[in-house]
């Protein structure tokens, strides 16, 4: 009934059509401002791990290799996912500062779902990586060379952008006769091809299977190299060398949980949770933005000794 009232003002956005209105989170209105503690301590965690991350490993010679040069680009990755939302949703949650244009909201929008498919594939050269380490490491140094590590860099941005580019012009081609108002933190693409009132199949049927496309296939990859490291593993000849061998997987396997297993709780709870509460749609999609980013350098500074002992002698040169 909240939604429906708020839905009915047309204050919220004027009735202009340039202008969309971001809700929050609809039926917990009341704990916005609660809610926005949580959110800072996840956003100030993004920005001082993934830094850190990112000065150690340019400061630190012995860090120069594949695992860490991935490890960046997760971090950097993260650190513009994290400024493409955490301020607008501080903002509704502080304030209600919800206005956002329409061509904003198609950016933030086209640049949150870009990024999420960036960290995907540098997920998935991180587990090429482990695969390369463990099941050929006397060819790792030839296989991934600089020149290697940075097109795959590239290719992760090139199909970030090529996949979501369609997303902002299709949705540009529908008209929102009834509501501008967005029952979201964030321009999420399905919660603004809701809004619309013509043919929404094909921004459907697209936004289906480029997620399809991304997560399936990456996360089929993922477990293909875990599948071959797992029986490389098993064919060493010493328990202690096997243990060895899965530890430098560990952080890894980690991050991959952190990021895929609320990706997939909001993917299916948005499309076949059609019983579930809308404000946990939204916070299962929050958790999905907020989590990750602030999570993968704690696991990775917890979990592997070479940036823990980094990380301590860049702050003693420092003192």
Not at 13 to 34: A, K, M, N, Y
Not at 84 to 107: D, E, M, N, Q
Not at 291 to 307: D, H, M, R, S, W
Request: glycine share 6%; with cysteine.
């Amino acid at each position: 009934s909240t939604l429906g009232k708020t839905m009915e003002t047309p204050n919220h956005t004027g009735l202009d059509p340039s202008v969309f209105f971001l809700l929050g989170i609809p039926g917990l209105e009341q704990f916005h401002l609660w809610l926005s503690l949580p959110v800072c301590c996840l956003g100030t965690a993004t920005i001082v791990g993934n830094i850190t991350i990112l000065v150690v490993v340019a400061t630190e010679p012995a860090l120069h290799k594949p695992v860490y040069l991935f490890l960046c680009m997760l971090s950097t990755i993260d650190l513009a996912a994290s400024f493409s939302t955490v301020p607008k949703l501080l903002a509704i949650l502080w304030c209600g500062a919800g206005h956002i244009s329409a061509s904003t909201c198609l950016a933030q929008m086209f640049f949150i779902h870009a990024f999420c498919m960036m960290e995907s594939t540098v997920l998935l050269a991180m587990a090429f990586d482990r695969y390369v380490a463990i099941c050929h490491p006397l060819r790792y140094v030839t296989i991934l060379t600089d020149t290697i590590i940075a097109r795959i860099g590239v290719v992760a941005m090139v199909r970030g952008s090529l996949l979501m580019l369609p997303c902002p012009f299709l949705i540009g081609r529908l008209s929102f006769c009834q509501s501008h108002v967005i029952p979201h933190t964030y321009c999420e693409h399905m919660a603004v091809v809701k809004l619309a009132c013509g043919d929404t199949r094909p921004n459907r049927v697209y936004g289906l299977t480029a997620a399809l496309l991304v997560i399936g296939v990456d996360l089929f990859c993922i477990g293909l190299s875990y599948a071959f490291i797992i029986q490389a593993v098993y064919h060493l000849p010493s328990a202690e060398a096997r243990s060895k061998a899965l530890g430098t997987c560990g952080s890894h396997v980690c991050v991959i949980l952190i990021s895929y297993t609320p990706a997939l709780f909001s993917f299916f709870t948005h499309r076949f949770g059609h019983h579930v509460p809308l404000h946990i749609h939204i916070l299962l999609a929050n958790v999905y933005l907020l989590f990750p980013p602030a999570l993968n350098p704690v696991v990775y500074g917890v979990k592997t000794k070479e940036i823990r002992e980094s990380v301590v002698s860049v702050f003693q040169r420092g003192q």
